[in-house]
């Protein structure tokens, strides 16, 4: 089960990446199938205008809510090896880790409410032994008050989202090209890091023996 489980988190990741990157281009065309690839907040608000508030509310409730138990459960399964996969894949800064941090030792239960999709936020209530039973209403209450606030708002600006697509139209296998090349980018200058961090500790370790 727990195989399972990082094997579901990991593929949530690539097909989330995935998502976002040709978002911009497909969104309009494929509303549905980008929700089920990538169901973040700028593909949730820019597929208002091309999408039934069924399948809105379907795709992107049930999206969020496997992502969030599957986080959830790595944080409570494998604790602090989880944000070490959080910081490498995701790249979630240190100041805005150390921020949700202080905010869910604080105030745990608001904020899986008040952001049901962060990963930070899923793994740290799963690491802190938060009651399954506790998690997952607040986790639905979360997605609930967010695809209403994100579809509100899409109504609102929805002849500006329909400009914006129409205006980068031209451009828009250029603009997925520029993201997938800035994920790559971020991804080996993490994997660089993270290798000079390994071996500095080696380094450290070794000269402590030494001593």
Not at 138 to 151: D, E, P, R, S, Y
Request: charged content about 20%.
């Amino acid at each position: 089960m727990r195989k399972a489980v990082l094997a579901l988190t990991t593929m949530l990741f690539v097909i989330g990446t995935i998502g976002t990157n040709i978002g911009p281009a497909l969104i309009d065309e494929h509303p549905r199938l980008i929700l089920m690839l990538s169901a973040r907040n700028r593909n949730l608000f820019g597929a208002v205008p091309y999408i039934d508030l069924m399948s809105y509310l379907l795709i992107g409730f049930t999206r969020v809510l496997i992502a969030g138990v599957a986080l959830f459960l790595v944080g409570r399964w494998f604790g602090t090896k989880a944000f070490g996969w959080i910081k490498g894949n995701v790249g979630e800064m240190p100041a805005i880790y150390r921020w949700t941090e202080r905010a869910v030792d604080k105030a745990g239960s608001l904020m899986v409410v008040l952001m049901p999709g962060s990963n930070v936020v899923c793994l740290l209530v799963g690491h802190r032994k938060m009651a399954p039973r506790r998690f997952v209403p607040l986790l639905m209450l979360g997605i609930a008050i967010k695809l209403a606030v994100l579809w509100r708002g899409g109504k609102l600006f929805e002849q500006q989202i329909r400009d914006f697509l129409n205006y980068i139209e031209k451009y828009q296998w250029w603009v997925v090209g520029i993201l997938f090349a800035a994920s790559s980018i971020q991804s080996a200058f993490k994997n660089q890091k993270n290798r000079a961090n390994k071996q500095s500790q080696g380094e450290n370790h070794g000269n402590k023996e030494e001593n």
